[in-house]
T-cell receptor, first 117, second 113 residues
Framework: GAVVSQHPSRVICKSGTSVKIECRSL??????MFWYRQFPKQSLMLMAT?????????EQGVEKDKFLINHASLTLSTLTVTSAHPEDSSFYIC?????????????FGPGTRLTVT | AQKITQTQPGMFVQEKEAVTLDCTYDTSDPSYGLFWYKQPSSGEMIFLIYQGSYDQQNATEGRYSLNFQKARKSANLVISASQLGDSAMYFC??????????FGTGTSLTVIP
């Protein structure tokens, strides 16, 4: 199946700093990528839809100035958490649908665990 | 309104037994897809099985089968011959006609040796 990578897998940062998370589709092109956030023992919450060549679409309640998304190419989307605070500590997962693969399945990255101290 | 409902926050099953994880969904779209994912403690989301709304037969993938009852809008996952490695969170998800994905709250499965 298709492969999606995320970097870094874990990051610890100090409050007030910014953190960039990369999501790459390794063997297919992804015009759309999704960014999710997951708190411990909870479900995935869609934060935004990243679109190559256009602005990201944010879900209600997600601050677009705090969570900057850039879909730089057909294989790369980045999520930057600006001025991070401890409440931003979470597990961030990206996914990308492969349109040619069959049932429009989306492939998930392995996730990035962010800890803000 | 919740699109995907998983009513079992936690389930236990004896090793080598079968277990059913419940999932109901809500949509008025004629075309949609239903997915089950496994999330071990490492956090990665592992695709298990897919059922399309027009599929006549229940999907099967090895020890996984999906009990699709369209009229009842349910898509239960059946895991046969449970193994210790099956202990994980399990999420039911639906892709709607607009290709948006919705996830349930998950079921934590523990396999007892």
């Amino acid at each position: 199946g298709a492969v999606v990578s995320q970097h870094p897998s874990r990051v610890i940062c100090k409050s007030g700093t910014s953190v960039k998370i990369e999501c790459r589709s390794l063997d297919f092109q992804a015009t759309t990528m999704f960014w999710y956030r997951q708190f411990p023992k909870q479900s995935l919450m869609l934060m935004a839809t990243s679109n190559e060549g256009s602005k990201a679409t944010y879900e209600q309640g997600v601050e677009k100035d705090k969570f900057l998304i850039n879909h730089a190419s057909l294989t790369l989307s980045t999520l930057t958490v600006t001025s991070a605070h401890p409440e931003d500590s979470s597990f961030y997962i990206c996914s990308a649908p492969e349109l040619a693969g069959g049932p429009y399945e989306q492939y998930f990255g392995p996730g990035t665990r962010l800890t803000v101290t | 309104a919740q699109k995907i409902t998983q009513t079992q926050p936690g389930m236990f099953v004896q090793e080598k037994e079968a277990v059913t994880l419940d999932c109901t969904y809500d949509t008025s779209d004629p075309s949609y897809g239903l997915f089950w994912y496994k999330q071990p403690s490492s956090g990665e989301m592992i695709f298990l099985i897919y059922q399309g709304s027009y599929d006549q037969q229940n999907a099967t993938e090895g020890r996984y089968s999906l009990n699709f009852q369209k009229a009842r809008k349910s898509a239960n996952l059946v895991i046969s011959a449970s193994q210790l490695g099956d202990s994980a969170m399990y999420f039911c998800a639906m892709r709607d006609y607009g290709n948006q994905f919705y996830f349930g709250t998950g079921t934590s499965l523990t396999v007892i040796p």
